[in-house]
């Protein structure tokens, strides 16, 4: 594959992205570029186009045109397990997890895929030394110890966000995407769970789509802009604040809204 | 309807938290007692014995499918068929000396063939989920039945195939004793394959599979290899099935891959209670036990099935083992509010079934649709012993008011209970 | 030659008829998203329902009257059966006309036997309307058509022109939306259940004196409409209709072949190799036209899931 050495740094990028459905084109041309080991958030206004750019980072649609790179990469049209083998591991907005497993058993499926034991029929899972203990560290680090052997359909929501987070971690991926993980949460929750992502993410590159800019600028190291399916802006927080376009498509409207 | 979820989730953490001692107890306990068994029934319902066990392994091997991966087959009378049909020709080649297996181990082949065509139909049947997958299924299941009786080679055309269980080790398996504990062995083998494939990290995979299959893909699994295994080893086992009824009746035809044999696991695992495991094998053994005493008695024992069927797809989705066990669970708190309910559902539960049943056998007989059963020229029926007159007003005027008072009675007594399921609900919800 | 057109004729009809008892089946699982196992009972409750009422209020009322009588209890198992369901899942709905279907059957066992009645064609139709060669052809099965077209045009002509047929094209492809929009959806299923079904009766009704009526022609028709759904893709009424036909034709034709696969093979050269293996090979395609079906189904939906118009995937 087409490695360069001015790419390494680059652990996920865009390069002229286009999408549509139908006659709609959603994303009209974006490039980004998410460094190793930084936190990155993608913000904007409703309907520019934040959820379709996601999907496409993740590889879970295929650009219409241009190139999604992962370490250098061009993954775009790959298989969603290929992309996650490859070190790549996104969430879900709406809550996706295992209901009928326990939260333990949730993250040891994550776990199963890290050890390769997906097609063990010759040993209980329970026997699975390292996949266990794998779990169980997982579990720490999202903080759910106390409810290990509840089924997961049946967690409070915050706990399911947590789990949802765990699980993205579970295959232990270099480049994480989160998608909206504060979404429905109260003002208390929310910081929980900033908090939580912070350290669990520490060391690793993040890309978040937030609505919540309080997250954002708490969170992130860099920030883009996308507004209309364009990205308006890609700089630090500070500077991104500073932007008058920005300020006048997106922080505005947030202000008046208030 | 959340209170009683939750409550459902709650008893099955505390099940697999019970003492192991009372299971394992248990456990050794009808083990012991079906093998046994040729000592203490006759060889008549040996017949039945061997019969209702294929048939709770068979509605097992389906349930994997949808109990694990939530996929729905319509078409398992294909594997089932081509189970059986591989240990007759098993069964023909060792009695011509082509092949010497010990004759116990031959239901192995219906397990190898089941697993074999299982990989390939899975593989292609897998690609899609839900009413996809259902029809793959039902498409396979139906082609094979439209080819199998053009077959002769193989199927044996029309008339079918037919071949000898040979001596073995001193054992002639000419009596349905010896024939009834090697299918004893082979139906608890199977079990503690299903079993044990749950507890594995693939049995989990499953699980999840059937949850939510694209945070599965998301987290670096290709789940259509793990469907198409998952649906091998169902194959595999449904396989089995048919190659025990094949080993025990020492003959298979075309007519294995009909579409009844296909409703029959369906019907048993969801009468049964898909979701327990051992519903699927309570609703074969029990429906299969109950087919063959009925089909005895009543010309309309499908009739009566069909309507259960619906009535527990309306009312108890889970299943009867799954509403049992549920209504046990819940009112083992406070059964002193709920035993007056119960006590009027169930009797009123009987009091449907006996004026039902009796309503029906009855006009049956008067319509004189059935060439088997009618009225005798006065005009009288025999039921149970019990000689009357078809037309008598009194007792068609009893049977209406039971099943009037009983409808009622049912309807009432279920009402009552959820109320007070309800506020028992409410009540633990404030104590939290 | 003339048995060539006579089957094509033959099999057109057929395939109308088809498309007469699959447009109910792809409209409700359009909306629903559910496959209706018991719609072939809908069928074979229609036939039997004109065999009763044929002798009693005449012939072509009897047709009216069965299908209005099976719209009814399609409507019924809409009402209240399909949608009490509705919240355990689609399995659970589609388990439970799975269910329905076999009651249907049993309960047609219990009234009428095992074995086909004498529902017949009536005196003012039982005469041959023209003769291809030495071929007549027989009034009846162009009336079996003329229904079947009728009934199509008036499908067409509601969807596309009425505002129910607006709604009911709209929630085929999003029910949610359509309820959002303040349509109420649940009256309009309940209309497309019992329309659906009353087709398919009608269907029966007509096409049950000519045809056995017996009750087997529940599952053997409830399988062959499948894969017409199946085939024209899931909630397609096009797709439905193009499927009906071929489907029809195809399957017809091939009951008029001798050839055999080993017949074929022999083209190139392979025909002793295909009558050695025997079985499958060695049978007169006439005897496989029952395969057929099922094999086109199943290659559409390897190959092309959707289904010939299908939207969705």
């Known amino acids: 594959m087409i490695k360069s050495n001015s790419c390494d740094e680059i652990a996920l990028a865009a390069r002229n992205v286009r999408k549509s459905f139908g006659s709609t084109e959603i994303i009209r041309g974006v490039n980004i570029d998410i460094r190793q080991g930084e936190r990155h958030a993608l913000i904007g206004p409703n309907g520019a186009g934040k959820s379709t750019m996601f999907n496409l980072l993740s590889a879970a649609f295929a650009p219409t045109s241009g190139e999604i790179l992962l370490n250098g990469t061009v993954i775009n049209g790959l ?111 929310a910081e929980y769970a900033t908090s939580l992502i912070r350290t669990v993410t520490e060391g690793r590159t993040l890309l978040i789509v937030e609505h919540d800019l309080d997250v954002v600028f708490s969170l992130a190291d860099r920030m883009s802009v996308l507004v209309h399916g364009q990205i308006i802006a890609s700089d630090t927080p500070a500077e991104v604040k500073r932007n008058a376009e920005v300020q006048e498509a997106y922080l505005g409207q947030e202000a008046a809204a208030c | 309807m959340t209170a009683t979820d939750l409550n459902i989730e709650d008893s099955n953490r505390t099940s697999a938290r019970k003492a192991p001692g009372l299971g394992l107890l248990l456990i050794t306990g009808v083990t012991v007692l079906l093998f046994t068994l040729p000592l203490l029934i006759p060889p008549v319902f040996l017949n039945y014995a061997i019969k209702m066990m294929v048939a709770g392994l068979f509605a097992l091997a389906f349930n994997l499918l949808w109990s694990h991966a939530r996929l729905l087959s319509f078409g398992h009378a294909a594997y089932y068929a081509i189970g059986a049909f591989a240990v007759i020709h098993a069964l023909s080649l060792s009695e011509r000396g082509v092949l010497s297996i010990p004759t116990p181990l031959i239901p192995m082949m219906g397990l190898i063939a089941g697993a074999l065509i299982g990989l390939v139909v899975g593989y292609l049947a897998t690609v899609r ?41 001193g054992l002639t398996f000419g009596m349905v004793g010896e024939v009834y504990i090697v299918v004893l062995i082979w139906c608890l083998f199977g079990l503690v394959l299903l079993r044990w494939f749950s507890a594995t990290p693939l049995g989990q995979i499953a699980l999840a599979i059937g949850d939510n299959e694209k945070r599965l893909r998301f987290l670096g699994y290709r789940t259509h290899a793990v469907k198409t295994v998952i649906f091998s080893l ?82 108890a989705p889970e299943g009867l083992a799954g509403f049992i066990s549920r209504h046990v669970k819940l009112s083992l708190t406070c059964w002193r509010l709920l035993i007056a309910d119960y006590a009027v559902f169930l009797s009123g539960c009987a009091g449907l079934v006996l004026s039902g049943v009796w309503m029906a056998e009855v006009s049956y007989r008067l319509m004189g649709t059935s060439p088997i059963v009618g009225l005798t020229p006065d005009g009288t029926i025999t039921l149970f012993e019990w000689t009357f007159s078809a037309t008598s007003k009194p007792l068609w005027f009893a049977a209406v008011a039971v099943f009037v008072l009983s409808l009622f009675g049912v309807l009432a007594a279920a009402k009552r209970a959820r109320t007070t399921w309800l506020t028992i609900g409410q009540k633990k919800d404030g104590l939290r | 030659m003339e048995m060539l057109s006579i089957s094509l004729l033959n099999g057109t009809i057929y395939g109308l008829l088809l498309f007469m008892i699959a447009a109910g089946l792809t409209l409700i699982f359009g909306m629903m998203g559910v496959l209706n196992f018991a719609h072939g009972a809908f069928y074979m409750l229609g036939a039997y329902a004109g065999y009763v009422l044929s002798a009693r209020v005449g012939f072509f009322p009897g047709l009216l009257v069965a299908g209005l009588i099976v719209a009814a209890i399609g409507a019924m198992v809409e009402r209240y059966m399909l949608r009490s369901v509705h919240a355990h899942g689609h399995a659970h709905e589609l388990l439970l006309t799975f269910g329905l279907l076999f009651v249907f059957d049993e309960i047609v066992k219990f009234f009428f036997g095992y074995y086909p009645v004498s529902y017949r064609v009536p005196e003012t139709l039982s005469f041959s309307v023209f003769r291809i060669g030495s071929l007549e052809y027989p009034a009846y099965r162009l009336f079996v058509g003329l229904v079947s077209i009728g009934f199509f045009g008036a499908l067409v002509l509601i ?34 259940f019992a329309v659906g079904a009353g087709m398919a009766g009608l269907a029966g009704a007509v096409a049950g004196a000519f045809y056995p009526t017996s009750p087997a022609m529940a599952s053997e028709i409830g399988t062959i409409v499948f894969v017409v759904v199946v085939v024209g893709g899931l909630g397609s009424l096009g797709g439905a209709f193009i499927a009906s036909l071929m489907i029809g034709i195809l399957t017809t034709l091939m009951v008029g072949v001798d050839t055999t696969l080993a017949d074929t093979l022999s083209f190139v050269g392979f025909g002793s190799w295909g009558k050695d293996i025997g079985g499958i090979f060695a049978v007169p395609l006439s005897a496989s036209a029952g395969t057929l079906p099922f094999a086109l189904m199943l290659m559409v939906l390897l190959l092309r899931p959707a289904g010939l118009m299908g939207e969705r995937t």
């Open chain 1, 79 to 189: 298989e969603p397990a290929e992309v996650n083998r490859r070190g790549l591991a996104r969430s879900f907005q709406i809550t996706s997890i295992f209901p009928r497993l326990t939260t333990f058993e949730n993250l040891r499926i994550g776990a199963f895929a890290r050890y390769g034991v997906r097609f063990n029929i010759l040993s209980t899972a329970n026997r699975l030394r390292k996949a266990n203990e794998e779990a169980d560290r997982l579990l720490r680090l999202v903080r759910l110890e106390r409810v290990a052997s509840e089924l997961a359909g049946n967690l409070a929501y915050s706990d399911q966000r947590a789990l949802e987070l765990g699980l993205t971690l579970a295959t232990d991926p270099r480049v994480i995407l989160l998608d909206e993980p504060t979404a429905g949460m109260s003002r208390e929750e």
């Open chain 2, 129 to 169: 989920g839900g009413t996809y997958f259902a029809m793959i299924t039902l498409a396979v299941g139906e082609l094979l039945l439209s080819i199998a009786p053009k077959w002769e080679a193989v199927f044996g055309g029309e008339s079918g195939l037919s071949s000898m269980r040979m001596p073995w080790a």
């Open chain 2, 234 to 315: 169902s194959a595999a086992v449904s396989g089995l099935a048919g190659g025990l009824i094949a080993f025990a009746m020492e003959s298979a035809s075309f007519e294995l891959f009909a579409g009844a044999n296909s409703a029959m696991p369906v019907m048993h695992t969801f009468l049964g209670g898909a979701d327990v495991f051992l519903g699927p094998i309570a609703g074969g053994m029990g429906l299969t036990l109950f087919s063959e005493l009925a089909s005895n008695a009543s010309r309309l024992w499908l009739l009566y099935m069909g309507v259960i069927f619906v009535i527990v797809m309306m009312f």
């Open chain 3, 159 to 192: 969807l596309r022109f009425t505002r129910i047929g607006l709604v009911v094209r709209a929630a085929v492809h999003k029910p949610m939306m359509v309820e959002a929009l303040g349509h109420n959806v649940p009256l309009v299923m309940l209309l497309v």
